[in-house]
């Protein structure tokens, strides 16, 4: 079983804030691979499907962003689930708005819900890293996170999130490469000028 993560904050306050896009993945992946309904467990929403030949228990814990280590312990914990057999989805201020890197591994880089689940289960476990971008002042980082998307980076979002939805078999197999690849393949390319 693969324990699937997506990191956000609850509440609709928060549903469209760049911090929130682990969760916007996650509920592409569930709807687009007709997973179970969420259903609340382990101080989050779970919900359980299918993707190729694993079985995919997706989390997007309630505790908020600074205590999501909570809801993975706690499911990891049920489940039996290893560090490594648990995939988390979460924004990356180091990466330009759309692109995605994966890694397995290595520290938390400040982000205050890797720091909740190292604290939690350790730092074993795969990451996919979704570019938010960066707001040129690490003083401005919080303001910058906590706010929502604006209306023109849909033109990226919503491919991107079909992009990942699309190929997520290919990362839960441990193709890396492929998957980066055919979701940079899927994307709009931007259009020459004249």
């Known amino acids: 079983m693969l324990l699937l993560v997506g990191l956000g904050n609850p ?20 709807r687009r691979h007709s997973f179970q309904p969420f259903r609340s467990k382990f101080s989050g929403d779970i919900a359980e499907g299918r993707i190729g030949n694993t079985k995919v228990l997706a989390l997007k814990p309630m505790t908020y962003m600074n205590d999501s280590g909570q809801a993975v312990g706690l499911s990891a914990g049920f489940f039996k ?24 591994g290595g520290g938390h880089a400040g982000h205050n819900g890797l720091r909740s689940i190292h604290a939690h289960i350790g730092d074993g476990y795969r990451r996919l890293r979704i570019g938010v971008g960066h707001p040129g002042d690490k003083d401005m980082v919080a303001d910058h996170v906590l706010k929502n998307f604006a209306k023109s980076d849909r033109l990226w979002l919503e491919p991107l999130l079909t992009g990942i939805a699309d190929h997520i078999g290919l990362l839960i197999d441990g193709d890396d490469a492929g998957f980066t ?14």
């Open 11 to 30: 509440g609709v306050d928060y549903a469209a804030n760049r911090h929130n896009i682990g969760f916007m993945a996650v509920d592409e992946i569930v």
């Open 81 to 104: 689930i290893a560090p490594e057999n648990i995939l988390v989805i979460h924004d990356e201020i180091d990466l330009e708005a759309g692109k995605i890197r994966t890694k397995s």
């Open 181 to 194: 690849n055919n979701v940079a393949r899927d994307m709009p390319k931007p259009e020459a000028s004249t």
